[in-house]
């Protein structure tokens, strides 16, 4: 059974910091990237960063480039997004899912979906 487990949204103020995690299982990690999309209310689901396990290419919307950094834990199978310098504008819910090859940019790449966490900045 495929897992993505999201997990470590909650509340911050602006200026600050959130570390998300996907724990996932139940695929083969290597043939697949792990994004992270995100969708506040009213607006489409969009794709925040992505990374390929087996080339490490990493992709970020221009919207969070130089504020958030994703990475791996290949041993725990966990893909971790931090989110710095938070901005109102950040706040969704934030859903992890994993996409054939080496990006996971668009919702119409994912394979699977993990459930979202919400992430809520106030001013």
């Known amino acids: 059974e495929v897992q993505l487990q999201a997990s470590g949204g909650g509340a911050a103020q602006a200026g600050g910091s959130l570390r998300l995690s996907c724990a996932a299982s139940?695929?083969?990690?290597?043939?697949?990237?792990i994004g992270w999309f995100r969708q506040a209310p009213g607006r489409e689901r969009e794709g925040v960063s992505s990374?390929?396990?087996?080339?490490?290419?990493?992709f970020y919307a221009s919207s969070v480039e130089g504020r958030f950094t994703i990475s791996e834990d290949n041993a725990k199978n966990t893909v971790y997004l931090e989110m710095n310098s938070l901005r109102p504008e950040d706040t969704a819910i934030y859903y992890c899912a994993a996409c054939v090859g080496n990006s996971c940019p668009l919702t119409r790449f994912v394979s699977w979906w993990g459930q979202g966490t919400q992430v809520t900045v106030s001013s």
């Open positions: 139940g695929f083969t990690f290597d043939e697949y990237a």
């Open positions: 990374i390929a396990h087996t080339t490490g290419a990493t």
